[in-house]
Every structure is written in structure tokens, then in C-alpha cells.
């Protein structure tokens, strides 16, 4: 079956334009997660969404970071008038049930440069 | 709050040879601990997970990990490493009771020569 998708790949920006990074889960996944990937860096947690229930938002770096999760399933991380050290890679992921014992899942990440 | 190191940034080794990369953790409670392993341009896939019970994990493909509570640690071992072992691997832990919000560590690079 069809894993986690994220879009676009790549994504070559200037500084201060925004840009949206989009994740489709696994379909059925209530649990989604963004994390941000610098070189030589782990995963830095970012924002979590679970079923209907509001969003954790404690990993956002700053208020130019926003997401959402339409319909419980499509969601979107929109970073405003970006910098260069946003550059990074932005990886979703999803999981099956609210649980700490459920596997994520994750899609292949979108590479962000800015210049 | 829970806190992962993994203290080897990079493993090289050669092909066929042993490897063992290290993972120590820090909770006050009980924890989940899991491995992920990162192939070039591509998201991070599960390896290993304890979740509970055998304190010994193992996949199909050689790999192990060892839940040590004592020392807070679950390294993972491979007896024979292949070239295309080559990756990043990660290492991260859940609290069993609380966030479902995992820690990662910076990762390993384990780097296999032929």
C-alpha cells in the first residue's frame, strides 16, 4: 500500500518568501508529525496532530511556523518570510493510533534551501 | 523528559566485520526504545523496536538490540555488516505512560567499506 508522501522533493527559496511543505499519511493514521532535519543534526520535533485534538505546537521554533491538518488526513507546514537557517529537511510522519508503543512512519522529506 | 545520546557520530567499518553502535537513554519513567535506519534521499524506516518482554530484539536481517535497563542503554549489533548496511541510523526513545512524542538522537552514520 502507499506509504507516507510528501511534496515538493526539493524546494529552492529566497529569503523571506514563504513557502507551504505538504504531507499526505498513510491512509487511516489519526497521528501525524513534523520534524525538521539539519545537517549533522537528529530530528528536532516540530508539531504533533491527533485525531480531532487541538495540535502540540511546542517544537514550532517561531511564530513564522504554522500547520494544519485539513479533514484529518492532508496536512501542511507553512514557514513565513524564511530564512537561511531554515534550511533543512522536513520529514512527516504518521502512525496508526494515539499510543507511544505505534511505529511512525515516515515519508521521504522535502529538501528546503534557502538562499 | 526523556533524552537520547548517541555518541558516535560516525562508524567506519569494513564489509563482513562486526559493529555495534552505541544508544543511551535518560527517563524517569518507563520507557519505549526504538532504531531507525535513514538510506541516502530517503525518510527514516523502522528497524527495531522494544516494547516490552525479551529484552533482546532482532530483525531479519541480522541486526539486534539489547535493552539494558541497568545501564540505560539498547545498543544495536550486527555480527556481519554488508555494504549496503551503509546508513544513518537513529536512535529514540517514548515514554510508555505520557507524550507520544518521541526523542531522537543526533544519529550514526555507519559507513561500510568493502
Known amino acids: 500500500g502507499a506509504g507516507v508522501s510528501q511534496s515538493p522533493s526539493n524546494k529552492v527559496t529566497e529569503k523571506g518568501k514563504d513557502v507551504e511543505l505538504r504531507c499526505d499519511p498513510i491512509s487511516g493514521h489519526t497521528a501525524l508529525y513534523w520534524y525538521r532535519q539539519s545537517l549533522g543534526q537528529g530530528l528536532e520535533f516540530l508539531i504533533y496532530f491527533q485525531g480531532n485534538s487541538a495540535p502540540d505546537k511546542s517544537g514550532l521554533p517561531s511564530d513564522r511556523f504554522s500547520a494544519e491538518r485539513t479533514g484529518g488526513s492532508v496536512s501542511t507546514l507553512t514557514i513565513q518570510r524564511t530564512q537561511q537557517e531554515d534550511s533543512a529537511v522536513y520529514l512527516c510522519a504518521s502512525s496508526s493510533q494515539q499510543g507511544s508503543q505505534e511505529t511512525q512512519y515516515f515519508g521521504p522529506g522535502t529538501r528546503l534551501l534557502v538562499l | 523528559a526523556q533524552s537520547v545520546t548517541q555518541l558516535d557520530s560516525q562508524v567506519p567499518v569494513f564489509e563482513e566485520a562486526p559493529v555495534e553502535l552505541r544508544c543511551n537513554y535518560s527517563?524517569?519513567?518507563?520507557?519505549?526504545l526504538f532504531w531507525y535506519v535513514q538510506y541516502p534521499n530517503q525518510g527514516l524506516q523502522l528497524l527495531l523496536k522494544?516494547?516490552?518482554?525479551?529484552?533482546l530484539v532482532k530483525d531479519i536481517n541480522g541486526f539486534e538490540a539489547e535493552f539494558n535497563k541497568s545501564q540505560t542503554s539498547f545498543h544495536l549489533r550486527k555480527p556481519s555488516v554488508h555494504i549496503s548496511d551503509t546508513a544513518e541510523y537513529f536512535c529514540a526513545v517514548r515514554t510508555s505512560g505520557g507524550s507520544y512524542i518521541p526523542t531522537f538522537g543526533r544519529g550514526t552514520s555507519l559507513i561500510v567499506h568493502p
Open positions: 522494544y516494547l516490552s518482554g525479551s529484552t
Open positions: 527517563s524517569s519513567v518507563s520507557v519505549y
